[in-house]
């Protein structure tokens, strides 16, 4: 039982630092779209 115990608690602890490392190297591209809007001139001082 103690080395059942300590087998997840290693896998547990492999996993969360694998998903780290992952989460660190990632590199996520950024969103790619055009945004439009039209503001009216009401709203800029002359």
């Known amino acids: 039982m103690k ?4 087998l997840v608690m ?3 602890l ?3 630092i694998g998903g780290a490392v ?6 996520i591209p950024a ?5 439009e809007k039209v503001i009216p001139d ?3 001082p002359r």
């Open 14 to 16: 492999a996993s969360i």
């Open 31 to 35: 969103p790619v779209s055009t945004v």
């Open 22 to 27: 992952f989460l660190a190297t990632w590199d």
């Open 42 to 44: 009401d709203r800029f």
């Open 3 to 6: 080395n059942l115990s300590r």
């Open 10 to 12: 290693l896998t547990v």
